[in-house]
């Protein structure tokens, strides 16, 4: 059977959309805010905060689930839980986030199609596929939703008294493959990928295991949160430990630095990570900096050996950099530990 190309365009067939949408569009942007009862300027703003392309007055490309979805919104923010000004930044970080998933989802499916030998695509059904697995995903993804909630919601419980749950005293953490930008001036995408992948599944593994969370992977480098330093540590210390383990792993740094945090929607500010991403910029490969103030909690600890650094921060003249090192013993035995996983 002769082989036809698959073209991504080709890929947005009627049946598909109907599969994901739920429905035929068949709505104008007037005709949504009238059957949702909800403002004209309220349907735009949604619109464009989730981070869809604008649509003209006369575009019919609205479904029913459409018009569910802003009689909803509205309805929320009426109800006085969040304000007007929340609601347009939880909405925008919604889009983003959901939007950085749908694709990695439709890659993963195209990756799959390009690779079918002897791929027909007249003769596959993609609607009927993705009717089908439609609703196993959703249940999928709210059941993770919902466990991050429970984990989240535990964690706003145990904040000390006195402490907004937006800003609190945390540990935050850069690590980064040292070499990267020469990798991809000199390696193929295939072997890029392989080796970004390999990272973000070693730095997923270790901070889960040690109770801290990924805030966000860019590119080469993690940012995560861990709320005590023991569990900082030992994140940093694993993830040197297990690259070097890992063939053709680059070697890793890494910025560690302990105070307020601000949170707001699922990312990070403040001095503490603005510290953080300073001392990871001059750490040098397979080390682990630490600012003064997580170096006070660690100081008297046997575990660990500090050595004090003369280091340029950009933009923090005065800030002192730390060294950390396991005592050999220690880190013997946790190499150990490492190979026995």
């Given at each position: 059977m002769e082989q036809v190309p698959v073209e991504r365009g080709e890929l947005g067939a009627p049946g598909i959309e109907e599969a994901l949408l739920g429905g035929e569009r068949k709505y104008t942007r007037q005709q949504v805010a009238e059957l949702a009862g909800v403002p004209l300027e309220r349907v735009h703003r949604l619109w464009r905060a989730l981070g869809f392309a604008a649509a003209g007055d006369d575009d019919v490309i609205f479904t029913d689930a459409d018009v569910e979805a802003a009689k909803l919104g509205y309805d929320f923010v009426g109800s006085g839980l969040i304000d007007q000004e929340l609601d347009a930044a939880m909405t925008r970080a919604l889009g983003h986030?959901?939007?950085?998933?749908?694709?990695?989802?439709?890659q993963v499916v195209w990756d799959w199609l390009v690779k079918q030998e002897g791929m027909n695509v007249d003769e596959f059904d993609i609607a009927r596929?993705?009717?089908?697995?439609?609703?196993?995903?959703?249940?999928?993804?709210?059941?993770?939703?919902?466990?991050?909630?429970?984990?989240?919601?535990?964690?706003?419980?145990?904040?000390?008294?006195?402490?907004?749950?937006?800003?609190?005293?945390?540990?935050?953490?850069?690590?980064?493959?040292?070499?990267?930008?020469?990798?991809?001036?000199?390696?193929?995408?295939?072997?890029?990928?392989?080796?970004?992948?390999?990272?973000?599944?070693?730095?997923?593994?270790?901070?889960?295991?040690?109770?801290?969370?990924?805030?966000?992977?860019?590119?080469?480098?993690?940012?995560?949160?861990?709320?005590?330093?023991?569990?900082?540590?030992?994140?940093?210390?694993?993830?040197?430990?297990?690259?070097?383990?890992?063939?053709?792993?680059?070697?890793?740094?890494?910025?560690?630095?302990?105070?307020?945090?601000?949170?707001?929607?699922?990312?990070?500010?403040?001095?503490?990570?603005?510290?953080?991403?300073?001392?990871?910029?001059?750490?040098?490969?397979?080390?682990?900096?630490?600012?003064?103030?997580?170096?006070?909690?660690?100081?008297?600890?046997?575990?660990?050996?500090l050595r004090s650094l003369r280091a340029s921060v950009r933009g923090y003249n005065r800030l002192r950099a730390y060294a950390l090192r396991r005592r050999e013993s220690d880190r013997h035995?946790?190499?150990?530990?490492?190979?026995?996983r």
């Amino acid at each position: 059977m002769e082989q036809v190309p698959v073209e991504r365009g080709e890929l947005g067939a009627p049946g598909i959309e109907e599969a994901l949408l739920g429905g035929e569009r068949k709505y104008t942007r007037q005709q949504v805010a009238e059957l949702a009862g909800v403002p004209l300027e309220r349907v735009h703003r949604l619109w464009r905060a989730l981070g869809f392309a604008a649509a003209g007055d006369d575009d019919v490309i609205f479904t029913d689930a459409d018009v569910e979805a802003a009689k909803l919104g509205y309805d929320f923010v009426g109800s006085g839980l969040i304000d007007q000004e929340l609601d347009a930044a939880m909405t925008r970080a919604l889009g983003h986030f959901l939007s950085r998933l749908a694709e990695w989802q439709v890659q993963v499916v195209w990756d799959w199609l390009v690779k079918q030998e002897g791929m027909n695509v007249d003769e596959f059904d993609i609607a009927r596929v993705v009717e089908a697995t439609m609703p196993t995903m959703q249940s999928l993804q709210n059941y993770v939703w919902r466990r991050h909630l429970v984990a989240f919601a535990g964690r706003a419980m145990t904040i000390e008294a006195g402490v907004e749950a937006e800003e609190r005293t945390q540990i935050i953490g850069f690590v980064d493959m040292v070499g990267y930008t020469r990798l991809t001036r000199q390696t193929d995408e295939h072997t890029l990928i392989n080796l970004l992948e390999r990272f973000e599944g070693l730095a997923a593994d270790t901070i889960s295991g040690h109770r801290g969370r990924i805030v966000k992977m860019i590119g080469d480098e993690v940012l995560f949160v861990a709320d005590t330093p023991s569990e900082a540590l030992a994140i940093a210390f694993e993830l040197g430990d297990r690259a070097r383990q890992d063939d053709g792993m680059p070697e890793l740094r890494t910025g560690l630095a302990m105070g307020r945090v601000l949170h707001r929607l699922g990312d990070v500010f403040g001095e503490t990570v603005n510290i953080a991403a300073r001392l990871t910029s001059i750490a040098r490969p397979d080390t682990i900096l630490i600012d003064t103030n997580l170096a006070e909690r660690v100081r008297g600890d046997r575990a660990y050996e500090l050595r004090s650094l003369r280091a340029s921060v950009r933009g923090y003249n005065r800030l002192r950099a730390y060294a950390l090192r396991r005592r050999e013993s220690d880190r013997h035995r946790e190499r150990s530990s490492s190979r026995d996983r």
